[in-house]
């Protein structure tokens, strides 16, 4: 039996929320979804989360805020932005803040779940990889 794993995706847009949600459930992972960075800080899925898909531009806390956020409270779950203003600067900035993953709106679904699927192999509970 393989173990589902807990994808929490935050997003303010709520299309994007259910379309996302709809995908990785349909690849068997147990999907969260949160409009915003704070709802996701304060629930319980912080601490379950496999991998944390943020959008870069929420209105009040970004997703590099979200990031800087849970490395500063020691959660080491993989982090892969999506953001609809993807421009060189937004993408250097990513990579070095340490993103396992960046995609532009709109994105295509196989890439995002072929990356989905790699962090996932590498990241393994109980790891602080």
Same mark, same amino acid.
């Given at each position: 039996?393989?173990? %589902?794993? /807990?994808? #929490? ?5 709520? %299309? ?6 709809? +995908? +990785? ?7 969260? /979804?949160?409009? %915003?960075?704070? =709802?996701? !800080? =304060?629930? #319980?899925? @912080?601490? %379950? &989360? #496999? ?14 805020? !979200? +990031? =800087? ?8 779950? *993989?982090?892969? !932005? ?7 600067? &937004?993408?250097?900035?990513? !990579? #070095?803040?340490?993103?396992?993953? $960046? $995609?532009?709106? *709109?994105?295509?679904? *196989?890439? @995002? ?6 962090? @996932? ?9």
């Amino acid at each position: 039996m393989v173990l %589902s794993n /807990t994808i #929490s995706v935050v997003d303010d847009d709520p %299309s994007i929320r259910v379309a996302l949600n709809n +995908l +990785l459930k349909s690849q068997g992972h147990i999907v969260h /979804t949160f409009a %915003s960075a704070e =709802e996701f !800080l =304060e629930s #319980s899925q @912080l601490n %379950s &989360t #496999s991998c944390v898909i943020a959008d870069v531009q929420m209105p009040t806390m970004s997703g590099f805020e !979200l +990031l =800087e956020q849970m490395r500063a409270q020691g959660h080491a779950a *993989p982090f892969i !932005l999506i953001t609809a203003f993807a421009d060189d600067r &937004t993408r250097a900035r990513a !990579l #070095s803040a340490g993103v396992t993953g $960046f $995609f532009a709106k *709109p994105f295509p679904a *196989p890439e @995002l779940m072929a990356c989905v699927d790699e962090v @996932l192999r590498e990241h393994r509970p109980g790891t602080n990889a």
